[in-house]
């Protein structure tokens, strides 16, 4: 249980007169309590640089509480949400059917990791999961998205007896030594080095680099974001059916990353749903899928991959997690499929996905520094490019000059600030802020977000304000680089 020990007499002054007879597990007291604390304690014991950042940009207001897709600052103020963590929050924040699985799972009194024996709710989960691409006919769960790679680039090697893993330029599959290994920018994997040898990197969306790489034929698997995450960059229509093609033709497994294009976001429940035919060897899921409470994630697989791996009963245990089938999350994500459905979340998506994609395209015929839109259903990149008009190119030079992609910050923290818009840029040095909303937003909060954005940037069009910041952030960003 947690100890409270160390926490100040005010708790139980925050509990009211009935504080005497208060649990001592009283979580919502302490925080409460030590509201106050709240970026003291993580510059102290966490990562303080993270701290200067969110102080820097003014995102440092406090968050108490979320909701849908809204949060609450210290103040009461009503944000939202266009980040949903990442994607995590497909469903939104504190889902009432998500959260009453979970208190089911404690009522219950399961027996929870018992380890030599199954779970029932594993089973069920997988069983939805596979309904989904029923090409596929096993599972494994693993804790995270970068796990679940992790786990997809063992299994390839396995299966194949080869070493090499492909990875596209501008990809991001995770942050733990596997995926990292993939990752397209650099920034990630300084310092970290030498990280998993026979990991090569080609051009996305390029299929004559793809072959090139292939025909050595001593690549396990090509891993691939159906659309990118760092960018929002999506391919060709023919790339992906012309990708699966190539690896079938040279015997390398042909992996779907759909960590955050997966369960709805794109407007239909896989990304690779776009593309009729296209049916990878395994495909690789995770934020959405834990309802925003439990982390989870997973590797959908073909059973002949799976068989290559367990194929003994002394090698049923030769890649695991200790936590990875733990009721709690399996429950998170059997529940998460039902709202989704029950709630046509992925239609929903489909639709205001549309109508918002229409909004950005109009301002960017309006406006000169809105250089593209691109999108599939509620994955949306808005990318900012050079002005043609002089004294706003002469401003965008010094930005870019102190740190590139940091244009976008302009449009970020006046979303924020002005419009209680919570939204960031699509990656590191990246000129494009992505909005990853819930999947439930209506009509009010599309009104909502196109009001904002389209305010925001015509005040970047003439506003000496908005420049200022500019000029205050490029400061900041030259005294962090000679630092």
């Known amino acids: 249980m947690t100890d409270l020990s160390n926490a100040p007499s005010s708790v139980s002054a925050a509990t009211g007169a009935g504080a005497s007879a208060a649990s001592p597990y009283d979580l919502a007291a302490l925080v409460t309590a030590r509201e106050d604390e709240r970026f003291a304690l993580h510059s102290k014991y966490l990562n303080d ?13 406090g968050f108490t509480r979320g909701l849908g897709p809204y949060l609450w600052d210290r103040k009461g103020d009503r944000y939202l949400d266009l980040l949903s963590g990442w994607g995590v929050f497909a469903v939104g924040r504190n889902h009432p059917d998500v959260r009453q699985a979970l208190v089911s799972v404690l009522d219950g009194e399961f027996a929870n990791l018992v380890q030599l024996d199954v779970s029932t709710l594993a089973g069920v989960l997988a069983e939805k999961l596979i309904a989904r691409a029923p090409w596929l006919e096993k599972v494994f ?9 992790e786990a997809a680039i063992k299994f390839a090697r396995s299966a194949t007896g080869r070493p090499g893993i492909l990875h596209c330029d501008h990809s991001f599959h995770g942050l733990t030594y596997g995926p990292l290994s993939m990752n397209g920018d650099d920034i990630f994997k300084k310092g970290f080095g030498p990280l998993l ?16 790489a292939l025909a050595s034929r001593d690549v396990a698997a090509f891993f691939v974001e159906p659309i990118q995450g760092k960018g929002v960059n999506i391919p060709a229509d023919d790339y992906l ?13 042909f992996v779907a990353d759909e960590i955050q294009t997966g369960l709805g976001r794109t407007g239909k429940f896989f990304a690779i749903d776009h593309h009729p035919g296209v049916e990878p060897d395994m495909i690789v899921v995770a934020k959405a899928l834990s309802g925003g409470h439990v982390p989870v994630g997973a590797v959908l697989t073909r059973k002949w991959i799976f068989d290559k791996v ?11 997690s200790t936590f990875s089938k733990t009721d709690l999350a399996m429950a998170a994500g059997v ?14 998506a489909a639709a205001t996905g549309e109508r918002l994609l229409a909004a950005f395209r109009g301002m960017a015929e309006r406006y000169e520094l809105v250089s593209d839109v691109r999108g599939r259903g509620l994955m949306i990149g808005v ?19 102190a740190s590139s992609g940091l244009f976008g910050q ?9 419009h209680k818009v919570l939204t960031q840029v699509a990656g590191h040095a990246n000129p494009t802020i992505k909005l990853l909303p819930p999947l439930n937003i209506n009509d009010a909060d599309c009104d909502w977000i196109e009001s904002a954005f389209d305010a925001v940037i015509a005040d970047a069009h003439k506003s000496s304000a908005v420049w200022s910041l500019g000029k205050t952030l490029a400061e900041h960003a030259i005294k962090a680089r000679i630092g």
């Open 335 to 348: 529940a998460t499929l039902e709202v989704m459905q029950n709630e046509r979340l992925v239609e929903n």
């Open 410 to 418: 302009l449009i970020c923290i006046p979303l924020f600030k002005d």
């Open 141 to 149: 769960f693993a804790n995270s998205g970068a796990e679940s790679v």
């Open 241 to 253: 059916a012309g990708a699966q093609a190539l690896c079938r033709k040279y015997g390398t497994l």
């Open 310 to 320: 367990f194929d003994r009963m002394d090698r049923a245990v030769v890649h695991g």
């Open 383 to 401: 990318e900012f490019g050079p002005p043609k008009s002089l004294m706003l190119k002469a401003t965008w030079n010094l930005l870019e000059t």
């Open 197 to 212: 040898p026979g990991v090569r990197q080609i051009p996305f969306n390029d299929l004559a680099a793809l072959e090139e």
């Open 49 to 61: 640089m993270w701290v200067r950042v969110l102080k820097t940009i003014g995102y440092d207001v």
